[in-house]
T-cell receptor
Framework: GAVVSQHPSRVICKSGTSVKIECRSLDFQATTMFWYRQFPKQSLMLMATSNEGSKATYEQGVEKDKFLINHASLTLSTLTVTSAHPEDSSFYIC??????????FGPGTRLTVL | GNSVTQMEGPVTLSEEAFLTINCTYTATGYPSLFWYVQYPGEGLQLLLKATKADDKGSNKGFEATYRKETTSFHLEKGSVQVSDSAVYFCALNSSASKIIFGSGTRLSIRP
């Protein structure tokens, strides 16, 4: 079946640094990828939707300059958390899909900002 | 706008008990409905889905029926196991292809 991977699975960084998270569709071409964040014991909140080769569409309240999303190919999207602060610590999850097919979710990346 | 409301947890049951986790939705049009499961330390997995009214999704002994008249998609299992302990999310797929999740219900099964 379709598989989506994320790298890294865990990352710890110092406040003020930037962190890049990769999301890859391993055996299919993802026309659309989605980025979510999940705080402890809470639901997934959609951050942005990205289509290959175009700018991401951010949900209301998500800072596009802080959470940079690049979807440069049909199998890779990256989320860069710029100038990370402790309040950015969260579980970041991506999903990917081809048109008309179900979303496939990645395993998530746990970000801890010290 | 579109939204999903699900039963708050945590829910604790004994092994072999009957499980129901309630889920209702608000949506324009005819969304697809899903139940996702998140096991401890893992990512989301699709448990089951239904794409139109009166459809029943089923998997691993879990079932849910798309009820348009009550805008509900309740999750049921006749006999739960310890391995079913996880967080369960009800969700819908909006017309913009976004998935909107409920708040999640943490289920713990006692041996």
């Amino acid at each position: 079946g379709a598989v989506v991977s994320q790298h890294p699975s865990r990352v710890i960084c110092k406040s003020g640094t930037s962190v890049k998270i990769e999301c890859r569709s391993l055996d299919f071409q993802a026309t659309t990828m989605f980025w979510y964040r999940q705080f402890p014991k809470q639901s997934l909140m959609l951050m942005a939707t990205s289509n290959e080769g175009s700018k991401a569409t951010y949900e209301q309240g998500v800072e596009k300059d802080k959470f940079l999303i690049n979807h440069a190919s049909l199998t890779l999207s990256t989320l860069t958390v710029t100038s990370a602060h402790p309040e950015d610590s969260s579980f970041y999850i991506c999903s990917a899909r081809q048109t008309g097919t179900p979303h496939v979710f990645g395993p998530g990346t746990r970000l801890t900002v010290l | 706008g579109n939204s999903v409301t699900q039963m708050e947890g945590p829910v604790t049951l004994s092994e072999e008990a009957f499980l129901t986790i309630n889920c209702t939705y608000t949506a324009t049009g005819y969304p697809s409905l899903f139940w996702y499961v998140q096991y401890p330390g893992e990512g989301l997995q699709l448990l089951l889905k239904a794409t139109k009214a009166d459809d029943k999704g089923s998997n691993k002994g879990f079932e849910a029926t798309y009820r348009k008249e009550t805008t509900s998609f309740h999750l049921e299992k006749g006999s739960v196991q310890v391995s079913d302990s996880a967080v369960y999310f009800c969700a819908l797929n909006s017309s913009a292809s976004k998935i909107i999740f409920g708040s999640g219900t943490r289920l713990s099964i006692r041996p």
